[in-house]
């Protein structure tokens, strides 16, 4: 694919997203959208400067950019671990898939109370309410991209008398390391939704706290441009973990 052609894409993309910006203005103008509901882009434009100054911005984004990172480190290391687990062991996978994709549908930011009793009104709270919400994709994924991984070459594995954890990492990591980065991705979209949904629920620390500062004080500028620092940090993780992937899987 030559550099034209890949930037294409990212040209339609960004021309979609001023179109849409200059429609909502356009909307909002016209009075179709209640301005007292949604501000105009400029406005939320014009508040960026104002609260990256008077509301500590880079501060909090550290914030929630820490627990995102924290909870990350959690699926990786046991959304990872359990799904390698739970495929090596038929009849542990047996027993408990399907509550692990129970969970995967589950409303766990409604157990905030509990977490808050455990863990105490801490970042701690934050982390683990992030990790809950995203391990059951990670492990899910981890197990079906293990599980899809083509016959053929773990018979090739075995015909060079490959040990279990040779066979491993030499064929199935590999093999499944896309499926599990699809889990990775998607464990981390809820994992930031919860963490940003909790902050703001217990007004504790980062971005969450800040969009429920503004919102209190009912500054509509302000709280659609923090929300917009939250989708900055999701971007932000996005590229991380591609650029994570292209690094292990540099063939692809």
Not at 151 to 170: A, C, D, H, P, Y
Not at 217 to 222: P, S, V
């Amino acid at each position: 694919m030559t550099r034209a052609q890949r930037l294409v894409p990212l040209a339609l993309g960004l021309g979609t997203l001023i179109v849409l910006i200059a429609l909502m203005e356009a909307l909002i103008r016209a009075g179709a959208i209640n301005k007292f509901i949604v501000p105009t882009p400029l406005e939320i434009a014009g508040a960026f400067g104002r609260v990256i100054v008077e509301e500590d911005i880079p501060h909090r984004f550290l914030v929630t950019a820490r627990e995102a990172l924290w909870a990350a480190a959690l699926l990786v290391v046991f959304g990872i671990g359990i799904g390698v687990l739970l495929y090596r062991v038929q009849l542990l996978r047996d027993a408990t898939e399907t509550w692990v994709a129970a969970l995967a549908s589950a409303p766990t930011v409604l157990m905030y109370p509990l977490f808050l009793v455990i863990f105490g009104r801490s970042e701690k709270t934050i982390i683990m309410m992030g990790f809950v919400a995203g391990v059951p994709a990670v492990i899910l994924k981890t197990i079906e991209g293990l599980s899809g991984t083509r016959r053929v070459l773990i018979n090739v594995g075995r015909s060079f008398n490959l040990t279990e954890l040779q066979l491993f990492w030499k064929i199935l990591f590999p093999a499944a390391l896309a499926t599990i980065f699809v889990g990775l991705r998607l464990g981390m979209i809820f994992a930031l939704i919860n963490i940003v949904g909790v902050e703001f629920l217990i007004n504790f620390g980062g971005l969450g706290q800040l969009i429920n500062d503004l919102a209190e004080r009912y500054d509509l500028a302000g709280t659609y441009a923090a929300i917009c620092f939250v989708i900055l940090v999701s971007v932000v993780f996005f590229f991380l973990t591609d650029r994570l992937e292209r690094w292990l899987r540099p063939a692809a």
